[in-house]
T-cell receptor
Framework: GESVGLHLPTLSVQEGDNSIINCAYSNSASDYFIWYKQESGKGPQFIIDIRSNMDKRQGQRVTVLLNKTVKHLSLQIAATQPGDSAVYFCAERGTGFQKLVFGTGTRLLVSP | NAGVTQTPKFQVLKTGQSMTLQCAQDMNHNSMYWYRQDPGMGLRLIYYSASEGTTDKGEVPNGYNVSRLNKREFSLRLESAAPSQTSVYFC????????????FGSGTRLTVV
């Protein structure tokens, strides 16, 4: 079946550093990927997405990279701020009835 | 513009009690979903409604029922709560049943004792 996972459960960085959060996916047929941010006590919030016909997409301070060869997705956050502290997880749009499959999440801790 | 609104935010139930979690969206979305989120696990789909008038089981439907009351509202019912249903429940909606444009509510933290 489809599965989405993350390599690092917790990432601690200093304010101003660049952060990289990784995600591995297993379904080579997945055609769309999303990164979500979830702050404590809140619901997941869309950050950025990428379609499988792209390998890079940039937003405001965030970049998503997609490597289909190794089925790997990463989220890069530039100049990380304390407000970026949250759990980040990826999701893939697969081929089953469950259109989106969600990963378990990485907690990002940003120290001032 | 409220997006997706869930009530209540917190609830404690005794084993065997029943309750209904409410969800409403004001974005005119066709599809709605109920997920549960447990520590160390990704969001798991309980039930979904691809469009008004239809509901289907997701990955973990046992112990739950749903009602798509109208296009805006999608409720989740626990008929006889069990400790294994202690979780955070999220409602979400999307324009269509295609995996794009999900908006999540802020969640309901449910504890069953």
């Amino acid at each position: 079946g489809e599965s989405v996972g993350l390599h690092l459960p917790t990432l601690s960085v200093q304010e101003g550093d660049n952060s990289i959060i990784n995600c591995a996916y297993s379904n080579s047929a997945s055609d769309y990927f999303i990164w979500y941010k979830q702050e404590s006590g809140k619901g997941p919030q869309f950050i950025i997405d990428i379609r499988s016909n792209m390998d890079k997409r940039q937003g405001q301070r965030v970049t998503v990279l997609l490597n289909k060869t190794v089925k790997h997705l990463s989220l890069q956050i530039a100049a990380t701020q304390p407000g970026d502290s949250a759990v980040y997880f990826c999701a893939e749009r697969g081929t089953g009835f469950q259109k989106l499959v969600f990963g378990t999440g990485t907690r990002l801790l940003v120290s001032p | 513009n409220a997006g997706v609104t869930q009530t209540p935010k917190f609830q404690v139930l005794k084993t065997g009690q029943s309750m209904t979690l409410q969800c409403a969206q004001d974005m005119n979305h066709n599809s709605m979903y109920w997920y549960r989120q447990d520590p160390g696990m990704g969001l798991r789909l309980i039930y979904y409604s691809a469009s008004e008038g239809t509901t289907d089981k997701g990955e973990v439907p046992n112990g739950y029922n749903v009602s798509r009351l109208n296009k805006r509202e999608f409720s989740l019912r626990l008929e006889s709560a069990a400790p294994s249903q202690t979780s955070v429940y999220f409602c979400a909606s999307s324009p269509t049943w295609e995996g794009y444009g999900y908006t999540f509510g802020s969640g309901t933290r449910l504890t069953v004792v």
